[in-house]
């Protein structure tokens, strides 16, 4: 068990120390993230969370209203990847989140497939857009 948040809760898989920005963090999301890691059965590192402002300004520039409406905003996102990362383990990964969304447990997900990663995400604020899944190519 890791603790976060001096003892506020605990994860199986994921420590604090594995996010960037691990305080902005939604527990909801995270609890799924956990869930997910624990069916997929192969380490998930985590490359990218939470954005700060100045981490959106250098992946989308000064424009703000060009910036996505990105879950990495409201701490309901991460990139990262299964570790091997194969086409093997990522079949796996998005079979064990249809599962998850069959068995009503993630029932928002976002599935980004990037070609170095992929961006999982919980937008249970706008159901209208989840679940989704679409590919794209790393910045
Ligand atoms: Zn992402």
Do not use: C
Not at 55 to 72: F, I, R
Not at 74 to 98: E, L
């Amino acid at each position: 068990m890791n603790r976060w948040r001096d003892g506020a809760f605990s994860l199986r898989h994921f420590s604090e120390d594995e996010f960037d920005h691990p305080d902005q963090m939604s527990v909801r999301f995270l609890r799924l993230l956990d869930e997910f890691r624990a069916r997929l059965g192969y380490p998930f590192r985590i490359t990218d969370d939470f954005r700060t402002k100045s981490e959106m300004v250098d992946l989308y520039g000064q424009n703000m209203e060009a910036w996505p409406d990105s879950s990495h905003r409201y701490g309901t996102g991460v990139d990262g990847h299964p570790v091997p990362f194969n086409a093997r383990t990522r079949f796996k990964a998005r079979q064990v989140i249809a599962d998850m969304v069959y068995n009503g447990i993630w029932t928002q997900p976002g599935i980004g497939h990037y070609d170095g990663h992929l961006h999982l995400d919980s937008h249970e604020d706008r159901p209208d857009t989840r679940p989704a899944e679409w590919v794209g190519v790393s910045k």
